[in-house]
């Protein structure tokens, strides 16, 4: 969702409204007890290879998480430059398919992301389980037709004045 607003020539407000749970969340990389989360590295390094980052960024973040609670995207800045396919939420969580970006979930549907994406616009998919019915496949990683996690991002400006926001709600 995105929105912009004019209320004098000198003045505008806006803003944006992003599913952070379609994206792939880096803090997945790691299990509960620390340990590597081996289909979310072999999805990352999946992602990696197709947007060109080094593997050598995924190993060191893999890395990190085992002696970390969780990253930011601030902490990798190879990954904050594609803020639109990654993202780091406060905990492990299903990857959105209903709002996953094309190349993530070309990683995730194989084959059937044309039908993925067709049917999850007519009809967004449940669960993992509506997913693996709908499409024969199960994903490796954890999918789910829900989220928890939003970006808010606020933009305004008066006159030479401007001022952005971003949270996660």
């Not at 990352?44 to 893999?62: D, G, K, V, Y």
């Not at 067709?118 to 997913?131: C, G, N």
Request: aromatic content about 6%; overall charge neutral.
């Amino acid at each position: 969702f995105s929105s912009r607003c004019a209320f004098t020539r000198a003045s505008t407000m806006g803003g944006r409204i992003v599913d952070a749970q379609g994206k792939f969340n880096i803090n997945n990389l790691a299990k509960a007890d620390k340990t590597l989360s081996e289909p979310d590295f072999a999805l990352a390094r999946a992602l990696c290879a197709e947007l060109q980052i080094p593997i050598a960024q995924l190993e060191a973040i893999s890395a990190q998480l085992r002696v970390r609670p969780a990253l930011t995207l601030a902490d990798v800045p190879a990954f904050a430059a594609h803020a639109n396919i990654f993202t780091a939420l406060p905990q492990r969580t299903a990857i959105n398919v209903n709002t996953a970006p094309p190349v993530l979930l070309q990683l995730i549907g194989g084959d059937k992301t044309q039908q993925i994406r067709d049917e999850r616009v007519t009809r967004p998919f449940q669960s993992m389980a509506d997913f693996a019915a709908r499409t024969g496949s199960t994903p490796q990683v954890e999918v789910s037709g829900a989220t928890n996690y939003f970006e808010v991002e606020v933009e305004a400006a008066v006159g030479n004045g401007r001022a952005r926001e971003w949270a996660l709600a």
